[in-house]
């Protein structure tokens, strides 16, 4: 075995997500040499039986054992690599001490974490750590919100291009999502409405879109949010919530503030889901507001949300099937104004379901990007947003190695 420390290590390699990341990057990078990385769990059984899965050109895959709750084992790990991906979730329950020991050993991290709750508490308690240490910590690596955060600073790149000065309103649409949940990303949904029902006051915290801004940044304007069907002139179309929103908007928001508000100071975004023209738009706009409505009362009830966890939602470990990975795909539209009235409209699109099939490939080129095209003699350590730290590079990955597109649209 090398005692060079690896580029990348994937922690979670037997989580869902963690199958579907180990092979792309096995496919995609190889085992011999363009990006040096190695498999970690807490098991080394199921982790033979992941490397397996590969075919035999995979068993030279290294595969390394730590558990989230053991800080020797973590520490191990980060001894081991420049850069983990952490799949290990939901990160609110397991994800800590692994972002403790990466923001005291100034090894970099990357993660998939939608649950802004989580990072509000891990950038307070470790930011000036990871700060001295220089380790640079990414949530949001994933469909939640690489397409939303790199989308608007394509967009807002372009803007300053062609008008000066970027927008101050973007808007982002849902044309089209096809894929379903994971048993993993159903669980952190579920405890972030546990969480919630503990603490009465964490439901005002979720409900600020510059929750996650650093303390004292910019200025603060009252931010439009889809919360009932609506018609939208901007994309002549009915559109109803989406649930993605309050975490793609949060990120957002910082990325602004980390950039020192390149998007503006009074910079306005807010996400929802196209539903059609006419009635039928309307209609299906009601009832999706409706359906998310009753699906978040429904859960927030304790007793529900056990029957539902137990019975009609997947359960850890399991997601949707490789040919609905397949068949699946997203197709996004930004709007952008700046205050001049001038408009720009661009679409981001990814060729398999969004929350596995494609996010896995997100999270495995943020990681390259991280452990390649990112150096430490450039960017400081801290909690960074996928735009405020990857920005273009990442784009060029995504649409050479990912199956996303970036493009600007005709008025
Ligand atoms: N942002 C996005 O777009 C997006 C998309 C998909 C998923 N996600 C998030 O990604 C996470 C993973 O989702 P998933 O469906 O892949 O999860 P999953 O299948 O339920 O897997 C959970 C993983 O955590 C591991 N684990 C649990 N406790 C551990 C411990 N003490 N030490 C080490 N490993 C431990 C499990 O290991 P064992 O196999 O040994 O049990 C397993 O590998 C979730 O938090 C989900 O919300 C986000």
């Not at 205050?339 to 409209?345: K, S, Y």
Request: net charge positive.
């Amino acid at each position: 075995m090398t005692t060079q420390p690896y580029d990348v290590v994937v922690f979670g390699a037997t989580s869902f997500v963690g199958q579907i990341l180990t092979r792309y990057l096995f496919e995609e990078f190889g085992l011999d040499g363009k990006l040096h990385w190695a498999a970690a769990g807490r098991s080394l059984t199921k982790l033979k039986k992941v490397r397996e899965s590969l075919g035999k050109g995979a068993s030279k895959l290294q595969l390394l054992q730590a558990d989230a709750g053991d800080e020797a084992s973590l520490r191990k790990l980060c001894q081991s690599a420049r850069v983990i991906v952490s799949t290990v979730g939901p990160y609110a329950l397991y994800g800590e001490p692994l972002v403790r020991v990466c923001a005291e050993t100034g090894t970099d991290y990357c993660d998939l974490t939608g649950e802004v709750q989580w990072m509000r508490r891990m950038i307070h308690k470790y930011e000036k750590t990871a700060q001295a240490s220089g380790a640079r910590i990414v949530h949001n690596c994933g469909f939640d919100s690489i397409p939303s955060d790199l989308g608007v600073h394509h967009l807002q790149q372009q803007a300053k291009e062609s008008f000066g000065q970027p927008c101050t309103t973007v808007k982002m649409r849902v044309r089209s999502m096809r894929g379903s949940f994971s048993g993993g990303t159903v669980a952190s949904l579920l405890n972030v409405l546990k969480e919630v029902k503990a603490n009465p006051a964490l439901r005002k915290e979720l409900a600020d879109p510059y929750s996650i801004c650093p303390r004292g940044s910019g200025k603060r304007v009252r931010q439009a949010n889809v919360r009932f069907a609506e018609y939208d002139p901007d994309f002549n179309a009915w559109v109803a919530p989406f649930v993605m929103s309050a975490i793609n908007t949060r990120v957002v928001h910082r990325t602004n503030a980390l950039l020192h508000d390149a998007y503006g100071p009074e910079f306005r975004y807010d996400e929802a889901m196209m539903t059609g023209r006419g009635l039928r738009g309307r209609l299906a706009a009601t009832a999706t507001g409706a359906g998310l409505g009753a699906f978040m009362l429904a859960s927030s009830i304790g007793t529900v949300r056990t029957l539902l966890a137990k019975y009609v939602l997947p359960s850890p470990g399991e997601g949707p099937s490789l040919e609905a990975q397949l068949k699946g795909g997203f197709d996004l539209r930004f709007h952008g104004r700046t205050q001049q009235g001038e408009v720009l409209r661009m679409r981001v699109t990814g060729d398999r379901d969004p929350g596995y099939g494609s996010t896995a490939k997100m999270l495995g080129q943020a990681a390259a990007c991280l452990a390649n095209d990112i150096s430490k003699k450039n960017v400081a350590g801290g909690f960074w947003t996928p735009a405020a730290i990857f920005g273009d590079r990442i784009v060029e990955r995504l649409q050479a190695h990912s199956g996303l597109t970036f493009e600007l649209l005709d008025k």
